[in-house]
Every structure is written in structure tokens, then in C-alpha cells.
């Protein structure tokens, strides 16, 4: 079997966990734009809600669209780079998802994220968590950006959970429950640290010098607009490359749009049922976090945390994910 990371992963053995800021009323968060334009009247809605939980909130820079970039590579790793450097900044948001954050992902990256910032955003975001966990193990926070989830508001279908984000960013103590509203696949509890993020843009770090560490994880593994089949295949190499090996437990989004091409053929809780239930470790299927129709739960990653598999399923966060 494959190791579960290989020598390019680029962890820091021992590191220590670095843990940002809490995100109080009053601080200041930029909306940053990594990867995909997004459309103006959800990123007012966006930041109209951004402003209403209290934060003083700075917009990207305005540029032309480049395709279906937010920018020129170029133009969107200088913005997250100057970002990162940027002490009068508390925290960033991401616009929203789409494809490009991994343009802005290389060696000097590292070097440029000094004091670590909270950094909340999913989907095509999970590039940038990732990276930063891996290289330089900051916790990141998987919720909502400002044209996806926050614009359609707090308890609104492809809105967000107002509590998960709020105890995430803000909670100086660990000890708190997120429901996972979702069901039991495999029952249980373990512990583990959170990682994950949308499962195709996690299986894309494999092979690069930030290739994620799933072992002694509660992993978190989310996506959508697959066929039940495109989902096997991706769990398939997670298997193969030995990334199920040492995972301490599962949590897995709704999939949306994600609908069997043939009536009576298997769905994707089939194929996780079968594929990740002879693992033998608690597995919550069906939770809304990142790509959901229901309000999105914020999940802070890097973090430990105790996964109950009973019933619609729980994780209990440890520990803090801020600092003071």
C-alpha cells in the first residue's frame, strides 16, 4: 500500500498548530478572490452580511475578469500574498469558489504567511486550506464565502448556520457541538484532527509538495455535480494512495446534484456505504458543509475533535480554533 503522505508532503514533524485570531465585532476581513468572479449583486448581499455580524469589511481590488479567473494569476497571488503580509488585516473571506486557487499555490508561498489570519472559504478555497495547513499548519476555517452563503443570509436555503460560524471564528474555548444534521453511516466516536475539503480539489494535491496528511483525521470530503460514478472513482484513489489508511473517521457532505444517470442505479451514499463502511471507523454521511441547498455548517479545520456517528451525528470541537 502507498504511504499515506510521501516525502513531498512538506509537514513539519512535531509542528506546532497555529492558530489565528478570534474574529470579534469590530474586525477587520477582506474579501479576496482567488479563483472565479463572482456576481456583484450577491457580493453586496454578501457584504451587507458581513457588515450586519459586526465586521468592518474591505473589498478586493477592483480588476477585469480574466475568463473564468477573478484575474490574471499573476494579479490574484499578489493580492493573497500582500494579504497575508498585511498586519491591519484580521481575516479574509473568499468571494467565492469556482477554479484558480491553485494558480497562486508555490515553495515562496510559505514564506509569505506570517502571522497566521483566519482564512474562511470552501469549495475550490480547499487549495488554499490545504497549503496552509500543510506548509505552515494554520487552522483555516470550510464555510461560507461572501456570493456563496452569505449572500442568501443566515437559515436560508444556500445561505449558512449562523452558530457554527460564530463559535468557529470567535470561541476561546473548546467543548462545543456542531450537528452535523446528516445520518450514521457507520456508528461510533473517535477523535481525530479535522481536514478535508471538496474532494476533487483534495485528491489534486496528491503528488505536490503540499499533499494533505489524512492519517489520525476526521475527515471532512464534500462535492458536487458528480455522478455516483465519478465519486467511486475519486474514493478509489483515495484508497489505492493509501489515504483511508489511519483515518480515524468521515464526515461527508449532501451531494448535491449529484443524482444516479440511471433510475434504480446506485446513489452516492451507496457508494460510500460500500467503499468507506469496511474502514470500520465512524462515518456521518450527508452533512451540509460546502456544497449544500441547506445552510452551510462552518467547520474549522486543523483542529481536534470527536466525531459521534449516532443518530443525525455530532462533532465536538476540543479545542479552540482562535486564539485571543
Request: glycine letters at 14%; proline letters at 6%.
Amino acid at each position: 500500500m502507498t504511504p499515506n503522505t510521501s516525502a513531498r508532503s512538506g509537514v513539519r514533524s512535531g509542528a506546532a498548530v497555529r492558530k489565528p485570531k478570534a474574529l470579534e465585532r469590530g474586525a477587520r476581513v477582506t474579501v479576496f478572490a482567488p479563483a472565479s468572479p463572482g456576481s456583484e449583486a450577491k457580493a453586496v448581499a454578501g457584504v451587507a452580511e458581513l457588515n450586519r455580524l459586526g465586521f468592518a469589511v474591505e473589498l478586493p481590488v477592483a480588476r477585469r475578469a480574466d475568463g473564468y479567473f477573478a484575474g490574471s494569476a499573476e494579479a490574484r497571488r499578489t493580492e493573497f500574498v500582500q494579504l497575508l503580509g498585511n498586519t491591519k488585516v484580521d481575516g479574509l473571506v473568499g468571494l467565492r469558489g469556482g477554479y484558480g486557487s491553485n494558480y497562486v499555490l508555490d515553495a515562496s508561498l510559505a514564506s509569505a504567511a506570517g502571522e497566521p489570519k483566519a482564512v474562511i472559504g470552501f469549495s475550490d478555497l480547499s487549495s488554499l486550506q490545504i497549503f496552509l495547513w500543510q506548509q505552515c499548519r494554520w487552522v483555516t476555517f470550510y464555510g461560507p464565502m461572501v456570493a456563496a452563503g452569505l449572500a442568501a443570509g443566515a437559515g436560508a436555503a444556500n445561505g449558512y448556520d449562523e452558530e457554527s460560524l460564530r463559535m468557529s471564528i470567535s470561541e476561546l474555548a473548546g467543548g462545543w457541538k456542531i450537528p452535523l444534521r446528516g445520518e450514521a453511516l457507520v456508528g461510533g466516536e473517535a477523535e481525530g484532527r479535522l481536514v478535508g475539503g471538496a474532494m476533487t480539489l483534495v485528491e489534486a494535491t496528491f503528488g505536490t509538495p503540499w499533499e494533505l496528511d489524512t492519517r489520525g483525521a476526521i475527515l471532512i470530503l464534500e462535492d458536487r455535480g458528480m455522478k455516483p460514478y465519478q465519486v467511486d472513482r475519486v474514493l478509489m484513489h483515495f484508497k489505492q494512495a493509501g489515504k483511508l489508511d489511519g483515518v480515524k473517521g468521515i464526515v461527508l457532505g449532501d451531494f448535491p446534484e449529484c443524482a444516479p444517470p440511471v433510475a434504480g442505479s446506485p446513489t452516492v451514499r451507496d457508494v460510500c456505504a460500500r467503499i468507506l463502511g469496511p474502514l470500520g471507523v465512524p462515518v456521518v454521511f450527508g452533512a451540509p458543509v460546502g456544497h449544500t441547498l441547506r445552510p452551510m455548517l462552518t467547520i474549522p479545520l486543523g483542529v481536534n475533535a470527536r466525531l459521534h456517528a449516532q443518530g443525525d451525528g455530532s462533532l465536538e470541537i476540543l479545542e479552540a480554533a482562535v486564539t485571543r
